[in-house]
């Protein structure tokens, strides 16, 4: 199955989204929310606009969706989920620091993002084990 992978960021007064492995594809809107409802609308209107062999070759067969954020957008999309010392048990990054990233004062360098992927990634395949 391919692999569609939609890219999130924040801008100054709105959120952007687009499909990174499929020209045409895009969205936008005020909250996080919003810009993923776009670009899945917006995905629609692609495909029905055009035949089948007209569509990119990812298009053509079934696909799954994957949302790639920005740390800013990550942040301020799951900050109701993920609280500031929650993250920072989590990843070992201090409360301040995550504060920064979430505000944008700050970027995270590559190793950062990559801590934090890490252990989100880890916190999934935790919970995906877990039965009641």
Do not use: W
Request: a neutral charge; glycine letters at 8%; hydrophobic letters at 35%.
């Amino acid at each position: 199955m391919e692999k569609l992978i939609i890219e999130i960021g924040k801008s100054e007064d709105h959120y952007g989204a687009y499909a990174v492995n499929c020209p045409g594809v895009y969205g936008a809107g005020n909250t996080i929310e919003e810009a993923k409802e776009n670009v899945l609308d917006g995905l629609r209107l692609f495909v029905e606009s055009r035949k089948k062999e007209e569509l990119p070759e990812i298009l053509k067969s079934e696909y799954d969706i994957f949302y790639k954020y920005d740390a800013q957008s990550f942040l301020k999309y799951f900050e109701g989920i993920f609280s500031k010392p929650a993250l920072e048990r989590l990843t070992g990054i201090n409360q301040k620091q995550i504060h920064h990233y979430a505000s944008g004062l700050k970027r995270p360098r590559p190793a950062q993002r990559k801590k934090i992927e890490y252990a989100l990634h880890s916190l999934g395949k935790e919970l995906l084990s877990v039965e009641f």
